[in-house]
């Protein structure tokens, strides 16, 4: 039966004028209509992929609507408290005369920050200090994939209304990743509700751990410090306020703290987390000279200005990791290598000072899940 | 030990059964035009023959790639699964424990909950972190 089956498929594949017309018409439709075809198939790609941004924003929104209401508002007025936030933006400042940028850039940083901690306590007011902080970067992840979503609608409904290339080629060749950045900031959202270290906790987490139980105070806005002795040199150790979702003003603790001093300062180390290159191992820690902080430029300029007045030597200690890494769960590998970002220190402690001198270290980054004194509460 | 499954959907039996049958249809065309080609070839049609052999392998390249696609939406499911864990040391003896994340666990809390087993000492929380499975690691 198949024998006969095969003979007859076998007859049918002869090559007549038939085919050959099939053939030219065909040729000839995808000569002028190739590219619309195109164009639909990279439109329905973007479709999918906004269908998964919008499942990403909606379920970030209703997490973050579930935990906001446990804090004394009811389900109804958070949604509604949070909707009148969406969107929120800020305008970067003016750098065609870049005179004052970087001061009118913290000026509006601080701005964002006071209205964003104002809101929290309006719609969390029974939430205590440590939770809101949580609850604010819980909801800026939301924020930015509703940003992200926003974006990429703008260009798939552009694309789709002008069917212009163009527009929906650029937006189709990003998608992988701009579903990769998204997914980042749908799992940080769980990480900041539970309380648990991210990435970006390493530095402060280096910190705690060489603050080894001493009692910290707070040095500048949300940033604790506490004296201790590092290979006999006086370490002065700096971390943001934990254990809520702060990065504090470390420039300006520094900045406080070196001026206090009159600049008898030895050695400032900077600990902080750092974008690894594609192929780097991660959790790789890597030194180099200058101030390791990732912040938008207000709190590093503070730091350079006053290293360079004192001509304090600026040591930078990274711990390599995915940017998407920085933002959610912190990995196995990163929590591990602490041990050698002591060692680390140690050395450059070591090599760099003599005994008796001042040392300031610098655990830079967001201290969610990181407490400010080894077993100072339970 | 908890684990989070991070809201990826798990694909349904349908979806499986889908490529599974797809899988199959396509492999059976593809012996059918293996078998053609050969015939072709044994009757001295150069022309039809290797036209069916070239068909016959093009369909067993798909059949892989389907096979392909079925175990990796099978995978990124099985990849998605990662464990909080939280590390304590006890304060006395310096003894290390492993258990899963608790809502409250914070790094340098002292756990009133947590004694250790061999002294009884309140134990320190020295690390929180996400314990990513080999397989996903490898392929990250």
Aim: aromatic fraction near 8%.
């Amino acid at each position: 039966m198949i024998q006969a089956l095969g003979m007859k498929l076998m007859q049918t594949n002869q090559s007549d004028w038939f085919s050959w017309i099939f053939f030219l018409i065909f040729i000839t439709i995808m000569q002028f209509y190739a590219s619309k075809l195109q164009a639909q198939l990279w439109i329905n790609e973007i479709r999918k992929a906004l269908a998964k941004l919008e499942e990403y924003t909606n379920d970030a929104t209703k997490k973050f609507v579930e935990e906001a209401s446990k804090y004394g508002r009811s389900r109804e007025e958070v949604e509604s408290l949070f909707k009148r936030i969406k969107g929120f933006f800020v305008i970067q400042p003016v750098t065609l005369d870049p005179f004052g940028a970087v001061k009118r850039l913290e000026h509006l940083l601080e701005s964002s920050r006071d209205h964003l901690n104002k809101f929290m306590l309006e719609i969390a007011p029974k939430a205590d200090e440590w939770k809101r902080s949580n609850l604010r970067d819980q909801m800026a992840g939301v924020l930015a994939l509703d940003m992200i979503y926003r974006i990429v609608r703008h260009y798939f409904i552009l694309g789709r209304r002008t069917q212009n290339l163009i527009y929906i080629a650029q937006i189709q060749m990003l998608l992988p990743e701009i579903l990769r950045i998204a997914k980042a900031y749908w799992k940080a959202g769980e990480a900041f509700r539970r309380g648990i270290p991210i990435g970006d906790s390493i530095g402060p987490m280096v910190a705690l751990r060489l603050m080894n139980g001493a009692e910290p105070r707070e040095v500048a806005e949300k940033i604790v410090g506490a004296e201790v002795d590092i290979e006999g040199r006086r370490a002065f150790v700096i971390k943001a306020k934990g254990p809520g979702s702060e990065v504090g003003r470390p420039g300006v603790a520094i900045e406080r703290i070196v001026e206090g001093r009159e600049g008898d300062v030895s050695l400032i180390i900077m600990i902080d987390a750092a974008a690894k290159l594609e192929g780097e191992p991660t959790a790789e820690v890597v030194e180099g000279i200058g101030a390791a902080i990732g912040d938008p430029g207000p709190e590093k300029l503070r730091i350079e200005e006053v290293a360079t007045k004192y001509r304090i030597p600026l040591h930078a200690i990274a711990i390599k990791e995915d940017p998407l890494d920085a933002i959610t769960t912190m990995r196995e590998e990163i929590a591990r290598s602490v041990d050698e970002v002591i060692e680390r220190v140690k050395m450059a402690v070591r090599s760099k000072t003599l005994p008796g001198d001042f040392v300031l270290i610098a655990g830079i980054g967001n201290t969610v899940g990181v407490g400010n004194r080894m077993g100072g509460a339970s | 030990m908890s684990s989070e499954s991070n809201g990826k959907k798990r694909a349904t039996t349908g979806f499986y059964l889908f490529w599974v049958a797809s899988m199959v249809g396509i492999v059976l065309i593809s012996i059918l035009f293996f078998y053609m080609g050969i015939s072709s070839l044994q009757e001295g049609n150069t022309t039809d023959a290797i036209l069916n052999i070239v068909m016959g392998v093009a369909g067993m390249g798909i059949a892989v790639k389907v096979a392909y696609d079925m175990a990796k939406a099978r995978l990124a499911y099985q990849e998605e699964q990662q464990e909080i864990l939280t590390e304590l040391h006890c304060t006395s003896c310096g003894r290390k424990m492993l258990r899963a994340f608790r809502e409250g666990d914070f790094v340098g809390r002292l756990s009133d909950q947590d004694k250790c087993p061999k002294c009884g000492a309140p134990m320190l929380v020295v690390s929180i972190f996400a314990k990513i499975p080999k397989k996903a690691k490898e392929k990250a």
